[in-house]
């Protein structure tokens, strides 16, 4: 028999929710760097409100949880794209492409654990909105949407989801 | 007009209580020992409709048939050309792809697929809509700017189900649907508004990085968070005021889902 689930997080729920907001922490900070680099070009205005929608996220998880919350960001993340952040647009387009996918599947795997429905909610919400800066960025790379679909569509196969573990 | 005080309500209703009394003191036969006034059939009954993993299964499907039927008016009617068609064409594969999904999903969880648009929606926004592109100066532009809002809406409705669902695990499914919605929206996005890809509205950031003017209907990203929003698209030819329609899209809620009992009328 399927019991109706609780709204506010469980223990286990607010221990996973602060895991994605430090990654949430670690993408608001390599925006912020790309800005601060000027690697976005004529889209750096775009990359700035990357950086808010990150932000956004981060702080509605905060709000979630409340003490549980690291405020810290997730510094492997952070370390392993900030080079190609603060590079090319090219380049920085590419790594935030992998990035937001490898968000997207990260909270996506979330789901099947999280117990509460709030928590579920928010993460939904925040995986709508960062599929689309998928595509956005497929677009700043300069790749084509109908010679390149599934680069704007589909997350690759080798995109692997974060995971305290790891 | 005229006014009913409450003191003639109380005389007027004293006048017909009265009258039911004779009444009933004249009826012969059985009396079930209440008064009454004729004949009056028993109500009908409310079918029982609760929302269940299969209901919003059901009505997602419904939702992947209405997005199949727009894209394949918009192919028959040759409103598209060149690579607007093929992108179409690309989606309509894909929401194909999805309508099985979810429909395999639905049989999984015992129930019944869906596999027509859903008719609520159909009536109220995609038949409407159509209506309006049909008779529009730019009828291609129209239908991408219906795809637009429509791909935003699934995106939507798959977001806001997500929560509902009690099967943990169709959660994963719906919502790796639902990303994919959003993905088709975002990248139409990026086809009609290449110069900004992501909206600067309601967000905290820095004066310079901010848009001027007023937001346009088109980005890749629109928002920090995935919309509940009603979903407005602007169709049609201009009208005599100036002014063209615009349609705003409501994610299939309680008076729009594809209920189990409909299968029976």
């Given at each position: 028999m399927t019991t109706t689930p609780p709204r506010r997080p469980t223990a286990a729920d607010s221990e996973l929710l602060g895991f994605a907001q430090q990654a949430e922490l670690a993408a608001r900070d390599l925006y912020l760097a790309a800005v601060a680099a000027g690697s976005g070009g004529e889209q750096t205005p775009s990359i700035a409100a990357l950086a808010a929608h990150h932000d956004a996220a981060s702080q509605s998880i905060s709000a979630l949880i409340g003490r549980d919350a690291p405020q810290s960001r997730l510094d492997s993340v952070f370390d392993a794209f900030e080079n190609a952040f603060s590079g090319a647009t090219e380049d920085l387009a590419l790594a935030a492409h992998e990035l937001e996918n490898t968000l997207v599947t990260t909270h996506l795997s979330l789901l099947e654990t999280l117990e509460g429905t709030d928590g579920v909610a928010l993460v939904s919400s925040v995986i709508v909105a960062e599929a689309r800066h998928v595509s956005a960025m497929a677009a700043l790379a300069g790749l084509s949407p109908v010679d390149d679909t599934d680069a704007f569509l589909v997350t690759p196969a080798t995109i692997v989801a974060l995971s305290p573990e790891n | 007009m005229q006014h009913l005080s409450r003191r003639r309500f109380l005389v007027a209703g004293g006048a017909s209580l009265s009258l039911g009394a004779l009444l009933a003191a004249c009826g012969g036969g059985e009396s079930s020992g209440i008064a009454r006034i004729g004949l009056a059939p028993d109500p009908a009954e409310l079918p029982d409709a609760p929302v269940t993993d299969i209901t919003l299964l059901r009505t997602a499907t419904s939702l992947e048939y209405n997005a199949i039927f727009v894209y394949e008016a918009a192919a028959s009617a040759g409103y598209l050309s060149g690579d607007a068609a093929k992108l179409a064409s690309r989606f309509l594969a894909d929401h194909e792809a999805h309508a099985q999904a979810t429909a395999e999903l639905t049989v999984s969880a015992g129930g019944k697929a869906f596999k027509e648009p859903n008719p609520r929606l159909q009536s109220i926004y995609v038949e409407p809509a159509l209506g309006l592109i049909a008779e529009a100066d730019d009828p291609g532009a129209d239908v991408l700017a219906l795809a637009y809002a429509l791909e935003t809406l699934a995106g939507a409705t798959y977001q806001m189900y997500t929560p509902m669902l009690l099967d943990k695990e169709l959660r994963r499914a719906a919502m790796g649907i639902g990303e994919q919605e959003a993905r088709h929206a975002a990248t139409l996005g990026s086809v009609l508004n290449?110069?900004?890809?992501?909206?600067?509205?309601?967000l905290s950031i820095a004066a310079e990085y901010r848009e001027e003017g007023d937001p346009v209907a088109f980005y890749a990203s629109p928002s920090a968070f995935g919309t509940q929003s009603p979903v407005p698209v602007t169709l049609g030819p201009v009208g005599e005021g100036g002014g063209r329609t615009t349609v705003n899209l409501e994610t299939p809620y309680l008076n729009s889902m594809a209920y189990e009992y409909l299968d029976g009328e």
């Open positions: - | 290449p110069s900004r890809l992501v909206s600067s509205q309601g």
